[in-house]
């Protein structure tokens, strides 16, 4: 059945579903058709069959709803609604026999004041609940469901109302003012009669979900990944509102650029609950901003999601494709031969007492593997195991990892085992931790933001000073640090490098397939037994983390 919904396009497969007859003239289109971002038939035909469970889903919960209106007749009803509400309140402002007093005046002002400000803001947050009833009543006198409230007729038809009765206030605030309205066109709606027939773009909350769970159910990205994209969909509804996709143009992602960079850290408390326009009128800190570079990542992951909407034909051209935004991030440093001595004769390798054995190892593991802190903290005792004679930490496909690079087993380094790695992953087991590096799970904070701040913010500021006053020298260095060495010190192979350390292989074309136990048995005797720091000598640490009671 799904082979049946897949056509093959220069840029890849696209899903197309015709519409049944009868739904049409809701739906607004014939038939739905978007790109599955693959030239795999294998996996187009498993993505078309998702699609097709989802749309079948949606498509039968409107007929069970008795979906029996068009959305001409939908915002014909809207249109009569906000009418009666313009003509209301003209009626009450001319009818009325004896003027306002300048106290009930006043009064009457700040009312309406309050009522646009609460319908305004309502629309910048896509909170609809002030016309939730007023929309609920509309459909029940159509004959049509509400279903669970959050469908897109239902959002659409509550964003238009909100419009409009933005529309009828503007009216009330004017006649206040003395200003006289008289054979003016009423309120239109939303959607003029001409273009009822073609449904307008879905708005942005609506489409994100639909990107993000193509993406994870064909196994593209992870649960991280998703979070990032969610997050910069909410920060651009945020600063220009829940608009149909097709209304961002190249001015609009500019002016989301730029009201980002204006916006708090998302952390900071004292600015929850506020509108962006309400944000912007602050005189907020210069520290309080946002970095750059969230803002440029939050860009990059919108320009993905508009690419994607370009393949859906929902919007003709990008607009993120060439909206950048000059990131303030600073790559790390390497450390030296002579700071990485001056390091491992710091307190923690020479008798501090309130740390554990993972607080011990965590720098050298990263060192001698060129490991990511969040990959390390993830590691069980389970995956240190053997590989074609060679001993590796195996990171598995269920971690949350980078990109499909990181799967990968790395080979341990001669210093790590003769420093005892094997005997403490062994002590591990048998305490039975869940985790290698238990000293820093538990409570709310995820390890490895847990293990960076301990490293970076309190362990160098208090023991090694002048390196935390280098802000590019912190707990990442110690991945630059392997990659360094192996690359510039001792002359490695760049593609065999890059897959130690999970880069995306730059040099090895297509070359994707390889036999699992020969890469390690490779990788260790050509890369990982070659890497060697200089003269430093790390003999002193032998056995140094039995000192430590807590793993």
Not at 48 to 57: F, I, L, M, N
Not at 66 to 89: D, F, V, W
Not at 464 to 478: D, Q, V
Request: with cysteine.
């Amino acid at each position: 059945m799904a082979a049946n919904h897949i056509i093959l396009r220069p840029s890849g497969y696209f899903f197309r579903f015709t519409i049944p007859e009868p739904l049409r003239a809701v739906v607004g289109r014939r038939e739905l058709r978007f790109s599955l971002g693959t030239h795999l038939k294998t996996v187009a035909v498993r993505l078309a069959k998702a699609c097709y469970y989802q749309v079948s889903r949606l498509l039968s919960r409107h007929g069970r709803e008795g979906m029996t209106a068009t959305y001409e007749q939908i915002s014909e009803a809207i249109r009569e609604e906000i009418r009666e509400a313009r003509e209301l309140t003209i009626a009450d402002h001319t009818e009325r026999r004896e003027p306002l007093t300048e106290s009930c005046h006043r009064s009457t002002v700040r009312a309406y004041e309050n009522l646009t400000s609460d319908y305004t803001e309502a629309l910048a947050r896509a909170d609809y609940s002030l016309v939730h009833g007023q929309v609920e009543r509309i459909f029940r006198g159509l004959g049509l469901g509400t279903g669970d409230g959050d469908g897109y007729l239902f959002r659409r038809a509550c964003r238009e109302l909100t419009e409009g009765m933005l529309e009828a206030l503007e009216v009330s605030n004017r006649l206040l003012a003395g200003e006289v309205i008289r054979d003016e066109p009423t309120v239109s709606a939303v959607v003029p009669a001409a273009a009822s027939e073609v449904a307008p773009a879905p708005v942005i909350s609506e489409m994100i979900e639909q990107f993000i769970a193509g993406r994870v159910s064909g196994q593209r990205i992870n649960s991280s990944t998703a979070k990032q994209y969610r997050t910069a969909a909410d920060q651009l509804i945020h600063v220009v509102g829940d608009l149909p996709v097709n209304q961002i143009d190249f001015m609009k992602a500019c002016e989301a650029r730029d009201r980002m960079l204006k916006m708090p850290k998302g952390n900071l408390g004292e600015y929850r609950g506020k509108t962006c326009e309400e944000k912007l009128d602050l005189d907020i800190p210069e520290e309080d901003f946002v970095r750059a570079q969230t803002v440029s990542q939050r860009l990059v992951s919108l320009g993905t999601f508009f690419s994607w909407l370009v393949d859906t034909e929902l919007v003709s051209k990008n607009p993120f494709q060439r909206v950048t935004c000059k990131s303030d991030k600073e790559n790390y440093e390497a450390y030296s031969v002579e700071e990485l001595t001056a390091l491992f004769s710091s307190p923690l390798y020479t008798g501090l007492s309130n740390v554990t054995r993972s607080h011990w190892w965590l720098p050298l593991i990263l060192l001698h593997t060129g490991m990511r802190p969040g990959e390390l903290v993830q590691v069980r005792p389970s995956d240190v195991k053997e590989i074609d004679g060679v001993m590796v930490i195996d990171l598995p496909r269920e971690f949350t990892l980078k990109n499909k690079r990181a799967v990968r087993a790395i080979p341990l380094h001669p210093t790590l085992l003769d420093l005892g790695f094997l005997e403490f992953t062994e002590e591990a087991t048998r305490r039975g931790q869940d985790r290698l590096m238990a000293g820093f799970t538990g409570g709310k904070t995820p390890p490895a933001h847990k293990a960076s701040m301990w490293f970076n913010r309190s362990y160098l500021k208090t023991h090694l000073p002048e390196f935390y006053a280098n802000h590019r020298k912190r707990l990442y260095s110690f991945r630059h640090t392997f990659q360094t060495f192996a690359l510039s010190e001792n002359s490695l192979p760049l593609e065999r490098v890059q897959l130690v350390v999970g880069h995306e292989r730059t040099q090895m074309g297509s070359t994707d397939s390889y036999d699992a136990g020969l890469r390690v048995g490779k990788l260790f005797s050509e890369v990982v037994s070659k890497v060697e720091f200089g003269e430093l000598d790390l003999g002193h640490l032998k056995g140094g983390w039995r000192h430590f009671d807590k793993l």
